[in-house]
């Protein structure tokens, strides 16, 4: 039988994980398909794990619980169901029902009837935010797509199903800075886009302020493209060339016109703007050189508190990195 396999990030979800499983269960019974859950509790500070191990005494035939030793974020939270996947599709699924379980079932249809589709991506035709919001959600995808080879369809989430290849595709990106748009995007294959309409969260509110959504941002930007650190070359060029050409205005003033430049206000704004110019292309710098720190590390993407597997067998602390990759996170 052909199974599916639902990749679920939790954090902060009592009120919605025990609506999912009934849903996804309703959704997923009567069809052709066998089916997994794996709920990958991302150090939720409720009773998120609590009903999570309900979940799974009641139903250990279909539901894996993941739970990490602290919050490491939503693509941690990927990587460690697609690592654990065993499904011969895989989604990954939020779980405040924004997305329904149903349309799971859409995605492996199209899937099981267009061989030359590898993956199946949602995206949302609507956004139902602010205009504010689809603002700059509009200008983040117009910059990554100008400075990023790796192309950004605008308003495609996390929301995807994916074939075997696929997933040990994203798998073998093992940064430690993830950001599954790109990462998904990069690895190429032929991904069929689906429209789709967000639900209202069914309990709960969402983890994004305006603050981590920038911050998401950057980090897409800076782990997508390098053309931020071309910029200086770009800056230093141009000032260069302006301040050869102002040398040659000064000299012919003061040899043919005698005209004496006002030194003060002028030196006081050149070094204000060149000051201010070079910390924030240092700066810039600095982003890259940190995530190269950080990644040079060789951190675990994710530690594991408990794990319980859809078989009933319990182990416990595990680190989320591959055994063949040496060095890496030994816990
Ligand atoms: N999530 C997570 N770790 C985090 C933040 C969010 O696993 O640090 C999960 C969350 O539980 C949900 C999904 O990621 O299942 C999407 O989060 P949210 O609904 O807050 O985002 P939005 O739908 O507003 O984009
Ligand atoms: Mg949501």
Redesign the pocket.
Known sequence: MIKATLV??????QD?VREFYSVATAAFSNTPYEYEFIF?N?GSRDDTLKILKELYKQDNSHVNVISFSR????EA?IYAGLKNSTGDYTTVI???L?QHPRLVLDMLNILEENEDYDSVAAYQEERREGTVLTFFKGMFYKIINKMSETEFPPGV?DFRTMRRPVVDAVLSLSEYHRFSKGLFSWVGFDTYYMPYM?EE?FAG????SFLSLFKYAINGIIAFTVTPLKISTFIGAFFSGASILYMFIVIIQKIFFSIDIPGYPTLISVILLLGGLQLFILGIIGEYLSRTYIEGKRRPIYIEKLHLTATATETETKTGTDEDNAGRGSS
């Open positions: 679920i990030p939790c954090y902060n979800e919605n990958v991302d919050n490491f974020g939503k939270a939020d779980a405040d924004q989430s967000a969260r509110s969402s983890k994004w």
